[in-house]
């Protein structure tokens, strides 16, 4: 303590206390990450790359090494994240709008593009992990097209999630691939996304 390091482009600084004479080896930890590529350090935790941009973390708890389960099952901490100039791929808010008003409408929506992705230029929110489970009820993403606010949960166990979310448009989604919504701008969308972390679903 403290413990230092440079990865992913950003700083770290952490403090972080094993204790040993037990058999559940609880770790306690108070860790910071400032200025990082998030999509790497995700990568590298999960196995999973869904999300890129410049992330500042915090997380302060504790879990237990030696569990008989999965040590992430006995989680508990409080965290905070804020993500600038990023994406989230694999889910395409917008066209998945799009895909709803033209069902609506009476249309054949346009197929789905290869690699959707939702671009942002913040995403901030804070979580409490009770457990291995995390839930957080302050979402909120902010682009040139869209404004998401919400709330959720997410196990870290089985890597699913269940997020209840609101969006708003508050730009024209022309030269984005699809038809204006210009009817819908500023009128909340209730949006809900749940499955697993690799194949979420959006309705």
Same mark, same amino acid.
């Given at each position: ?32 990450l ?5 999509g790497?350090v ?23 090494l030696?569990?008989?389960s999965?040590?992430?099952?006995t ?7 804020a +993500? @600038? %100039? =990023?994406?989230? $791929?694999?889910?395409? !808010? *917008? ?7 033209? /069902?609506l409408? &009476?249309?054949?929506?346009a ?17 409490? +992990? @009770? %457990? =291995?489970?995390? $839930?957080?009820?302050? !979402? *909120? ?7 998401? /606010?919400?709330r &959720? ?12 979310l ?11 691939? =699809? ?14 996304i ?6 979420p679903?959006?309705?």
């Open positions: 303590h403290p413990l230092t390091a440079e990865f992913s482009e950003g700083a770290y600084q952490g403090d972080v206390e094993i204790d040993t004479a037990t058999t559940a080896r609880p770790v306690r930890f108070d860790e910071s400032t200025g990082a590529q998030i790497p995700i990568a590298a935790l999960s196995g999973i790359q869904r999300l890129t941009g410049e992330a500042n973390l915090s997380a302060t708890g504790q879990m237990a030696g569990a008989d999965s040590p992430v099952t989680l508990n901490a409080e965290t905070q994240f +993500i @600038r %100039d =990023g994406a989230i $791929r694999g889910i395409n !808010i *917008a066209r998945s709008i799009r895909r709803a008003l033209a /069902r409408e &009476g249309e054949s929506p197929p789905e593009a290869d690699t959707p992705s939702t671009d942002f230029t913040s995403l901030s929110g804070s979580a409490t +992990i @009770r %457990d =291995g489970v995390a $839930r957080t009820e302050d !979402i *909120a993403l902010d682009s040139p097209l869209l404004r998401v /606010r919400g &959720g949960g997410s196990n870290l166990a089985a890597q699913t999630l269940d997020l209840a609101r969006v708003s448009i508050v730009d024209s989604l022309e030269g984005q691939g =699809g038809t204006e919504l210009d009817a819908l701008k500023d009128v909340p969308i209730p949006l809900r749940t499955g697993s972390w690799t194949a679903r959006i309705s």
